[in-house]
């Protein structure tokens, strides 16, 4: 029982060996994240197993096989640590249908455990941990005013996504508090990345808790259509309230009777 | 509620809602169901003469269907009128004035169908126009003027009048002249002045971080004018195009653009920061979310795409010896949208 | 019997009524229920006045700034201005605050909508013929009021979806050459934001300018109606010289009121379950703010749209900006178009009809192809214009890229006009050919074999 118990450290160790040798430019140049838990153990170590051979068949083909990235293929993924590793995989982003595709949510492409795979193998090029978030501690008139003046602009005020030019900005009426923290780490695609110093892990809070909040909207004027302002209301005004009335006057005015008519000879130039 | 799962809650009700919407739906659908069954259109029955007069029993029908609409018009105005001083919910008062209104709208309408006589009546029309009054009436206007000899002189003279008078109307709102270029051009923006966030605090040149995007305003000044806010952002020094007169002004790499666009002043709160170079090709850039202005931070706030006639002012930027983020100098040019005073 | 003949006695002995009364009571409307839509407007605008008075009572117009206390917990706190102050209260504390509020807004939006599918009934029947120039002219100016009027309206709370188009129509007003300036200054109190006059005005211009206005124009339009009768569709016994149709009362007086009662039902239902700017999830106007996605009012979707698609073009002489961008597409293509909708009698005599007799006969559309064609090809580009002011919201919902759609938007201004003339111009000729009724199907005569084997005529 012990030899195997050598055994397979050994391997651990030999693979861990292997694999920054084959990383290339000196390996990794960011430090170990302090943050992240240290692989202790058989499990996490099979786990760090496991996603270094799912990311070799999922992922090198695009990131490389030592996550150092292929030109015009995929980015270096050594130092973006566990917090983009979670996002990508969680909202089903990554891996994408063809390279240079904008990422977009969709369904996580593999189970839980493989995501936790995966993630703790990305993790283990150093980089931000995955992040705590409490929206309970949160304000909620803080985070509106936070995101009124760093996110509305692209997600609009109430979080229905909108665009920019060069990508689609998703809506967010499905995130979780923890992809709200991570996304505004990471700063995925073309969306900007905060800083501490820019948005403090307090803000965070407060944001999650404003995005939570346009989750359950306060919809007291009744049916919500959206809750993108205009476009909808002037389709209800028109689909809604003016074939209504269409029909009314239909149904309340006279018809042209219908015995047979001769046409009328054309007026001035008609045809 | 867990950080880790989704809004849960917002399934069961969105499935409530959906429920409660579908039953609205129906309840529309049999309205009208019940409305156009009521209302046949009219054009099927003969037109110019009603044919033998309908059985008593129809009109007696008739005006009882009409009474019961209108005594439930009562009973829904009653309604409204309850739930306005108990339980006004927007949306129960809603339904039952619309439905009192309703239901008025089908009494009125069975009532017009049905109770009454109608017939079609037919009209002569009175053809309006009498040439011998209208000369009559040219005839009294030219009488007025029967004194007048030289009418070309006194057009003239009237229409050199009316011109005075206009300019004279017009000219003290262009006399505004002077005051209002400092006006429009007055910005807050000059060598030292200090960065603040919203709340009042320094903006560390170490607090913006790369690809980050924050909102600024000159210190110790109103925010909500137009000269205030700007944009700070950090990009990789190495790749800056700035033109070689802004050669220093991005220390760091930390870059200072207006926040109003040039366009139709709307606030430009959209940064796109790319996250690595393979992955978009376009540059990091700022752009304005009503007309999609895109503005390129590495080359000046050059128009990239977009309406906007005029590059994003810049603002250039020096390190204090505390860390904090100063203007080096005024603007680079006029804020906001053009109009005939800014000069280039 | 004697109650009516002692109300008529009463007006009569002091006003003389008794003939008035009869004229009115006796007048004959034509029936046609393409006749019904200035009425839809009529009424919707009543249910904007009596909506609009209950909210005016409550309503502050002024952006001094003041700390919420009302019952909407995520706002308590936040500073704001008064205006906003009282639109939130209004939703959330005055009883039947919000059903007034959204039923007021629905009603200027079918307002609108009401008098544009008039004034298409009215350019497709050519019923702005001699002698209705007047009127149609007075209608025109009725439609860019009631647009006015609407912005103004819903620019008053201050929130932050309606002070973006504030900004953006003072930057319009700017870039109107040489004058622009001055005038935006003076109308704005100043550079934008501007000072505390300008709700002011705003709110004068919405509560009592346009609609004194508009009241005034509809009497008149209303009037002018009575004095040269309404115009008819022609069929059995409809000669241009006499009228035939149903007399106001009993009957088109009790179609009527069921019409205003329906036309109050449907905007108050709405008002009461269909939630319409809900300003509270806006939340309040800042100048350094800015959300995506931000709209008008669907009526001014074109203007947008015009602003949008415009190339960045503006012209300099001498140093100075001669023509902001701005003013092509909200000052030069909305003046364009309206100057177009008022000149349309006087084309249509001089190079449509090419006839300067009066009318009071319609024509179905396709009885003047040329003529209906044009319009047809007009709106549409129109609605070109209207359709690229959603451009991002097709780019979000179906992935057609933001700046392709700009540039398939302008080829299509170009493009489907031409198109949708040849189109329709086909459409007309064919229907009046083959006789066919675009809804109802075919009337005319069959020939049919009998039993027999002779044939018989029968008329459908």
């Known amino acids: 029982m012990r030899r195997r118990l050598i055994g397979l450290a050994a391997l651990v160790c030999g693979t861990f060996a292997l694999v920054s040798l084959a990383g290339g430019e000196g390996g990794s140049a960011a430090p170990r994240a302090t943050g992240t838990p240290s692989p202790g153990g058989l499990a996490a170590a099979r786990t760090l197993q496991e996603g270094q051979a799912l990311f070799a068949s999922s992922c090198a083909a695009c990131h490389g096989l030592g996550a150092e990235g292929i030109k015009r293929r995929g980015p270096s993924l050594r130092g973006v640590g566990a917090a983009a590793a979670d996002f990508y995989l969680q909202t089903g982003r990554m891996p994408l249908p063809s390279p240079g595709a904008q990422p977009l949510r969709t369904r996580p492409a593999f189970p839980q455990r493989q995501i936790a795979a995966l993630v703790s193998y990305v993790a283990s090029f150093g980089g931000p941990p995955v992040p705590t978030v409490a929206p309970a501690r949160g304000s909620l008139s803080r985070g509106h005013d936070l995101f009124a003046l760093d996110c509305a602009g692209c997600h609009t005020i109430q979080g229905q996504g909108g665009i920019v030019t060069g990508g689609i900005v998703p809506s967010l009426n499905v995130v979780t508090a923890r992809q709200v923290a991570e996304a505004i780490r990471v700063g995925p695609y073309v969306m900007p990345r905060f800083g501490p110093a820019e948005v403090s892990d307090a803000d965070i809070d407060s944001i999650a808790r404003y995005v939570q909040s346009t989750q359950h909207p306060q919809d007291r004027g009744g049916w919500g259509i959206g809750r993108i302002g205009p476009i909808t209301e002037g389709m209800v005004a028109w689909l809604l309230g003016m074939a209504a009335l269409l029909l009314v006057a239909r149904l309340l005015g006279e018809r042209v009777e219908d015995e047979p008519h001769e046409p009328r000879p054309p007026q001035g130039r008609a045809s | 509620m867990s950080p880790e799962e989704p809004a849960g809650g917002s399934r069961e009700e969105s499935s409530r809602e959906g429920r409660r919407r579908r039953r609205l739906w129906t309840l529309l659908a049999a309205l009208a169901l019940a409305a156009s069954r009521v209302l046949r259109p009219r054009g099927s029955r003969a037109r110019s003469d009603r044919g033998p007069a309908p059985p008593v029993g129809a009109e007696e029908r008739a005006e009882r269907l009409v009474a019961a609409l209108l005594l439930l018009t009562a009973l829904s105005g009653a309604g409204f009128v309850t739930l306005f001083v108990l339980h006004p919910d927007t949306q129960l008062l809603g339904a039952t004035l619309g439905a009192c209104l309703a239901l008025l709208a089908l009494a009125l309408a069975v009532a017009s169908s049905r109770l009454v006589v109608s017939e079609t009546k037919v009209e002569q029309r009175p053809m309006p126009g009498d040439p011998m009054e209208a000369r009559q009436a040219a005839e ?8 007048v000899t030289r009418r070309r002189l006194l057009g003239g003279a009237v229409g050199a009048a009316g011109a005075g008078l206009a300019a004279a109307v017009v000219v003290p709102v262009a006399a505004l002249g002077p005051g209002l270029e400092d006006q429009l051009s007055h910005t807050p923006w000059r060598a030292g002045r200090r960065l603040v966030d919203a709340e009042g605090a320094a903006v560390l040149a170490a607090d913006v971080n790369p690809g980050g995007f924050l909102t600024a305003f000159a210190e110790g000044v109103d925010q909500e004018q137009l000269g205030s806010p700007v944009a700070v952002v950090r990009v990789d020094p190495a790749s800056l195009r700035l033109p070689a007169a802004r050669a220093g002004w991005a220390p760091e790499g930390i870059l200072a653009y207006s926040k109003i666009c040039t366009h139709a002043a709307c606030a430009i709160s959209l940064y796109r920061s790319p996250l690595s170079p393979s992955t978009q090709a376009r540059g990091p850039a700022l752009v304005c979310p009503c007309h999609y202005s895109t503005f390129d931070v590495l080359q000046g706030g050059r128009v990239e795409f977009g309406p906007a006639g005029r590059p994003l002012p810049q603002l250039p930027l020096m390190v204090d010896a505390a860390g904090a983020l100063r203007a080096a100098g005024p603007l680079s040019e006029p804020v906001g949208p053009a109009w005939w005073g800014d000069r280039r | 019997m004697s109650g009516s003949e002692d109300v008529m006695r009463f007006l009569d002995e002091r006003l003389g009524a008794g003939r008035a009364v009869r004229f009115v009571l006796d007048y004959v409307f034509p029936d046609h229920w393409s006749f019904l839509l200035g009425e839809i407007a009529l009424y919707s605008f009543v249910v904007l006045v009596a909506t609009g008075t209950f909210l005016a009572l409550f309503f502050t117009p002024d952006t001094a700034p003041l700390i919420y206390h009302g019952s909407y917990a995520p706002l308590r706190g936040a500073q704001i201005s008064a205006a906003y102050d009282s639109t939130v209260r209004l939703s959330y504390d005055v ?35 001699k002698p209705r120039e007047i009127n149609y002219v007075i209608g025109v100016t009725m439609l860019a009021l009631a647009m006015l009027e609407g912005f103004a309206g819903y620019s008053l709370p201050d929130d932050l979806l309606s002070g973006m188009g504030l900004a953006i129509a003072w930057s319009v007003a700017m870039s109107i050459p040489l004058v622009g300036g001055p005038f935006a200054t003076a109308l704005w109190g100043g550079r934008f934001p501007g000072t505390s006059v300008f709700e002011s005005r705003l709110f004068i211009a919405h509560v009592f300018v346009i609609p004194v206005l508009l009241a005034a124009l509809i009497t008149i339009h209303l009037a002018m109606i009575m004095i040269q009768r309404h115009t008819q569709f022609p069929g059995s016994g409809r000669r241009e010289d006499n009228v035939v149709g149903t007399p106001l009362w009993p009957s088109y007086a009790l179609r009527s009121l069921g019409l205003f009662a329906s036309v109050a039902a449907v905007l108050v239902a709405m008002g009461g379950l269909v939630q319409i700017n809900p300003v509270w999830l806006w939340g309040p106007y800042h100048l350094y703010v800015g959300t995506n996605g931000a709209q008008p009012d669907w009526y001014l979707g074109w203007l947008i749209g015009a602003l949008r698609m415009m190339p960045n073009l503006e012209i300099h002489v001498f140093g100075h900006t001669l023509v902001p961008n701005p003013f092509f597409g909200g000052v030069l293509f909305p003046s364009v178009v309206f100057m177009v909708l008022y000149a349309v009698p006087w084309i249509d005599r001089r190079f449509i009809s090419r006839e300067a007799a009066p009318h009071h006969l319609l024509d179905r559309p396709r009885d003047n192809p040329l003529r209906t064609a044009l319009a047809a090809a007009g709106f549409s580009a129109v609605a070109v214009v209207f359709a690229a002011g959603s451009a991002d919201r097709l780019f979000f919902q179906f992935g057609f890229g933001y700046e392709g759609a700009i540039w398939f938007f302008r080829g299509a201004f170009l493009v489907a006009p031409v198109v949708v003339f040849v189109l329709t111009r ?35």
């Open chain 2, 140 to 147: 009294s206007v030219q009488a007025g003027g029967q004194r």
């Open chain 3, 95 to 129: 009883k039947g605050g919000l059903l007034m509020r959204q039923t007021h807004h629905w009603a200027a939006l079918v307002f609108v909508a009401a008098v544009t599918v008039h004034l298409l009934r009215i350019i497709f029947t050519g019923a702005f013929r």
């Open chain 3, 426 to 460: 086909m459409i007309c000729v064919e229907l009046r050919r083959s006789g066919r009724h675009p809804l109802r199907g075919w009337s005319g005569s069959v020939l049919a074999r009998t039993r027999r084997g002779g044939f018989q005529t029968i008329d459908r």
